[in-house]
């Protein structure tokens, strides 16, 4: 579990203690109904995301600690799915689209996105699916038809890499302080960056503020 966890950036600094509480048993459970339950998708991701729990007796500062480590557990679930089958699932992370914050990668792809105040996508696993639709034959037309889910995945994190890099470069210092340009953010984002030294892991066992 670890590994995976670790090519997740939200994951890896988020998810741990849940995890870790819930033991492997329990764990493995909750990634099989994830991936094969009956539920509906976004049901099933919802669900999984409540592996973090929030104590509604907890003080503003903990109840918001909480959420912020849910979102990432919604992540990771979501990057199961699609990598667990890339051509069934888009790939549905916050950095490809966040309808909370009105932001992510799908926002680049929007003729005069600087001026709107609110684009009202919503986070439907359809919406996703729709948005790859379109990539899929905005890239056909430049005659790429192989591998085509993999490529909007890139396309995506290119187009976010760019909004990162223009708006928040040098703010979330860790994950992203020692990238030197857009490629090393990308791997970041699609969890292929070089792996840990040996003996080192990015996951945090901590809880992050």
Avoid: C
Avoid at 29 to 55: C, P, T
Avoid at 87 to 104: A, E, F
Avoid at 132 to 144: D, I, P, S
Avoid at 196 to 204: C, I, M, Q, T, Y
């Amino acid at each position: 579990m670890e590994p995976i966890r670790a090519m997740v950036f939200t994951a890896r600094r988020r998810v741990y203690p849940a995890f870790s509480s819930m033991g492997i048993d329990a764990t493995r459970e909750a990634i099989r109904e994830l991936l094969y339950g009956e539920s509906a998708l976004m049901e099933r991701l919802n669900l999984f995301s409540e592996i973090v729990g929030i104590d509604d007796e907890a003080d503003k500062q903990v109840k918001k600690i909480a959420a912020k480590n849910r979102r990432a557990a919604f992540d990771f679930g979501a990057e199961i799915l699609h990598f667990n089958n890339p051509i069934k699932y888009p790939l549905m992370t916050r950095w490809v689209w966040d309808q909370n914050t009105v932001s992510g990668a799908i926002r680049e792809f929007i003729r005069g996105n600087d001026s709107l105040p609110d684009v009202p996508l919503g986070n439907s696993p359809e919406m996703f699916e729709g948005m790859r639709v379109w990539l899929a034959a905005q890239l056909a037309e430049q005659g790429l038809y192989k591998d085509i889910h993999f490529w909007v995945d890139l396309v995506e994190a290119q187009a976010y890499a760019e909004y990162f890099r223009s708006m928040a470069e040098g703010m979330l210092s860790a994950d992203f302080g020692r990238a030197s340009g857009p490629a090393d953010h990308i791997k970041k984002f699609l969890g292929i960056d070089a792996p840990a030294k040996e003996g080192l892991s990015r996951v945090r066992r901590e809880l992050v503020v």
